[in-house]
């Protein structure tokens, strides 16, 4: 029987035999160093962004930031939610009458009732959702302010929701023109000597740079290059709710109402100096009421945007409506807009060619924007819907005419008006404005487009006028919501990985901008790693007439 072995193979092995492996291994690490030398070091190219030259910038920034506001939304949504199951745990937890042995029926209850009102909250359509909350909102405030788009204030301007407000007992309304910079000095003067007799009005640009304070962001984000930090008629608008709150005695509530787009989120934050409702430029960001207070007597509210009603003419529709661009097709929604601007003036603006009918404007706009399909065809939906978009925004200049004899409007008479100017030190007001005036830069009068408006927007209030939407229409809704479910997800596996690398970055570096990652180690350096370990492994396994590369 053969003795088992009590002792390890021992690895010692003769000079000569470590020498020629040693040697072995500096041939071949010289080997490679050559090779790297030979291709050379390549350095990881910083993220420039798109450069100022190229023609559709604008394009892509705005779809940027569209898909960071709905991203935020969808977070801040969450983050509500999540608040509200909270607090609803909380009081069931605190409830000291509900005895040990009813607390799991009670929790049954409260999950069924749960169950029932997201089904509800499902199946009901959210336009319904939006007139319940607006009503909320005129039937809580004693000040409504009523703001509209400078550019077309009368179209702003809904005759259904003003007669709601005169009904609603004691209450006041205030027409404030917001995005006064857009519009040359002379139209809105003309547009303040018009408006005024009817309704106290504010001369307003608000801020859309303003910082969200409740967030630590650690990450210094670019601000799009449509912002601006100045804001013009805040102290004539503070003055004038400040005087009417004194003339009361009392605490007031100030509401916050208008079409989509026009600015009522941008005009509470600039009131508040913080970004406290969340903005943007899609249409229809706020979607429930918001309550801000200003100071200890004055509060104001946030509501979602007025319904337009669908008998309005198709250019209301295109402009005030957020899905305007997805009911109707985006070529007849911008060709709306196209056909009641001045085409003399939009051709100087956009740089494009004389056209005959607006197939063949967006046709150029296409290609004077580099917007082109596969083969090399004009992407004419691209530039309808790069039209509508800015036309919406908050960059392109235009401007309406007002009428040119003054009439009251058909939902109010004398009464109405004098009952709305009392309480408030119009003399004050329009000191302020003149102010105000004085203050913007307002485009010249040959930079902006000429734009024909088609008047007072109807609007829908009742529950019962709002048409039922279409299976499809449902389809799509649906389809949207999990497009943004998908989004939110990426983003927060996004914001991990940022948090990750912001712990391990000193705080020197904490306030730049995030960089694309640098390789740690290249390939040659791991084979290197790979070839020193193999030196410690047995003499057998070394092979000498095999090259390792």
């Given at each position: 029987?053969?003795?088992?072995?009590?002792?390890?193979?021992?690895?010692?092995?003769?000079?000569?035999?470590?020498?020629?492996?040693?040697?072995?291994?500096?041939?071949?690490?010289?080997?490679?160093?050559?090779?790297?030398?030979?291709?050379?070091?390549?350095?990881?190219?910083?993220?420039?962004?798109?450069?100022?030259?190229?023609?559709?910038?604008?394009?892509?920034?705005?779809?940027?930031?569209?898909?960071?506001?709905?991203?935020?939304?969808?977070?801040?949504?969450?983050?509500?939610?999540?608040?509200?199951?909270?607090?609803?745990?909380?009081?069931?937890?605190?409830?000291?009458?509900?005895?040990?042995?009813?607390?799991?029926?009670?929790?049954?209850?409260?999950?069924?009732?749960?169950?029932?009102?997201?089904?509800?909250?499902?199946?009901?359509?959210?336009?319904?959702?939006?007139?319940?909350?607006?009503?909320?909102?005129?039937?809580?405030?004693?000040?409504?302010?009523?703001?509209?788009?400078?550019?077309?204030?009368?179209?702003?301007?809904?005759?259904?929701?003003?007669?709601?407000?005169?009904?609603?007992?004691?209450?006041?309304?205030?027409?404030?023109?917001?995005?006064?910079?857009?519009?040359?000095?002379?139209?809105?003067?003309?547009?303040?000597?018009?408006?005024?007799?009817?309704?106290?009005?504010?001369?307003?640009?608000?801020?859309?740079?303003?910082?969200?304070?409740?967030?630590?962001?650690?990450?210094?984000?670019?601000?799009?290059?449509?912002?601006?930090?100045?804001?013009?008629?805040?102290?004539?608008?503070?003055?004038?709710?400040?005087?009417?709150?004194?003339?009361?005695?009392?605490?007031?509530?100030?509401?916050?109402?208008?079409?989509?787009?026009?600015?009522?989120?941008?005009?509470?934050?600039?009131?508040?100096?913080?970004?406290?409702?969340?903005?943007?430029?899609?249409?229809?960001?706020?979607?429930?009421?918001?309550?801000v207070p200003l100071d200890k007597q004055i509060t104001i509210i946030d509501s979602p945007s007025f319904i337009v009603s669908p008998l309005n003419s198709p250019t209301a529709l295109a402009l005030r409506s957020p899905a305007?661009?997805?009911?109707?097709?985006?070529?007849?929604?911008?060709?709306?807009?196209?056909?009641?601007?001045?085409?003399?003036?939009?051709?100087?603006?956009?740089?494009?060619?004389?056209?005959?009918?607006?197939?063949?404007?967006?046709?150029?706009?296409?290609?004077?924007?580099?917007?082109?399909?596969?083969?090399?065809?004009?992407?004419?939906?691209?530039?309808?819907?790069?039209?509508?978009?800015?036309?919406?925004?908050?960059?392109?200049?235009?401007?309406?005419?007002?009428?040119?004899?003054?009439?009251?409007?058909?939902?109010?008479?004398?009464?109405?008006?004098?009952?709305?100017?009392?309480?408030?030190?119009?003399?004050?007001?329009?000191?302020?404005?003149?102010?105000?005036?004085?203050?913007?830069?307002?485009?010249?009068?040959?930079?902006?487009?000429?734009?024909?408006?088609?008047?007072?927007?109807?609007?829908?209030?009742?529950?019962?006028?709002?048409?039922?939407?279409?299976?499809?229409?449902?389809?799509?809704?649906?389809?949207?919501?999990?497009?943004?479910?998908?989004?939110?997800?990426?983003?927060?596996?996004?914001?991990?990985?940022?948090?990750?690398?912001?712990?391990?970055?000193?705080?020197?570096?904490?306030?730049?901008?995030?960089?694309?990652?640098?390789?740690?180690?290249?390939?040659?350096?791991?084979?290197?790693?790979?070839?020193?370990?193999?030196?410690?492994?047995?003499?057998?396994?070394?092979?000498?007439?095999?090259?390792?590369?």
């Open positions: 029987m053969k003795r088992p072995k009590l002792k390890k193979a021992s690895k010692r092995m003769t000079c000569h035999k470590r020498y020629k492996i040693q040697k072995k291994v500096r041939e071949h690490h010289r080997k490679l160093r050559k090779e790297a030398k030979k291709r050379g070091h390549k350095k990881s190219r910083k993220d420039l962004g798109v450069p100022n030259s190229a023609p559709f910038k604008e394009a892509l920034l705005r779809e940027a930031e569209l898909r960071k506001q709905r991203l935020e939304e969808l977070k801040q949504q969450q983050k509500l939610d999540r608040q509200k199951e909270q607090e609803k745990k909380r009081k069931l937890d605190t409830n000291s009458g509900v005895e040990p042995s009813n607390v799991e029926p009670v929790k049954e209850e409260f999950g069924q009732c749960n169950a029932k009102n997201k089904a509800k909250a499902g199946k009901q359509n959210p336009k319904k959702l939006y007139c319940q909350e607006l009503k909320k909102v005129i039937e809580a405030s004693d000040v409504v302010l009523e703001v509209l788009d400078a550019r077309d204030p009368l179209g702003c301007r809904c005759p259904q929701v003003e007669e709601a407000v005169v009904q609603g007992g004691q209450k006041k309304l205030v027409l404030v023109l917001n995005k006064s910079d857009l519009v040359p000095k002379e139209n809105l003067e003309n547009w303040l000597n018009y408006l005024k007799k009817e309704l106290p009005t504010v001369v307003f640009k608000a801020s859309t740079n303003l910082k969200d304070k409740r967030k630590i962001t650690k990450i210094k984000r670019k601000a799009a290059p449509f912002k601006s930090e100045v804001c013009i008629g805040k102290e004539g608008l503070w003055k004038l709710l400040r005087g009417f709150r004194e003339m009361l005695g009392k605490a007031i509530q100030v509401g916050v109402i208008g079409f989509p787009n026009v600015g009522k989120s941008s005009v509470i934050n600039s009131l508040k100096q913080e970004r406290i409702c969340n903005v943007g430029v899609s249409m229809g960001l706020t979607r429930s009421m918001q309550v305007s661009i997805e009911v109707l097709k985006p070529v007849e929604a911008a060709s709306a807009i196209l056909s009641q601007a001045d085409a003399r003036q939009v051709v100087l603006k956009f740089t494009v060619p004389d056209f005959k009918n607006s197939l063949e404007f967006f046709t150029s706009l296409a290609q004077r924007r580099g917007l082109h399909q596969k083969g090399g065809s004009p992407n004419v939906e691209g530039a309808a819907k790069l039209l509508w978009s800015e036309w919406t925004g908050g960059s392109l200049g235009y401007y309406c005419h007002p009428p040119a004899s003054w009439t009251l409007s058909p939902h109010f008479n004398e009464s109405i008006v004098t009952d709305m100017m009392w309480g408030f030190n119009l003399e004050e007001l329009g000191k302020n404005n003149a102010h105000s005036i004085q203050a913007i830069r307002g485009p010249r009068l040959a930079s902006s487009i000429l734009f024909q408006s088609s008047g007072l927007t109807n609007g829908i209030i009742e529950e019962k006028d709002i048409p039922e939407e279409l299976p499809k229409q449902k389809e799509r809704k649906q389809e949207t919501a999990e497009d943004y479910e998908d989004l939110d997800a990426d983003q927060e596996s996004v914001d991990e990985a940022a948090s990750a690398k912001s712990s391990d970055v000193s705080p020197a570096r904490e306030t730049c901008e995030v960089l694309p990652e640098e390789p740690q180690a290249d390939e040659q350096s791991a084979r290197c790693y790979v070839l020193d370990g193999m030196t410690e492994e047995e003499d057998d396994a070394y092979d000498f007439s095999i090259d390792y590369v």
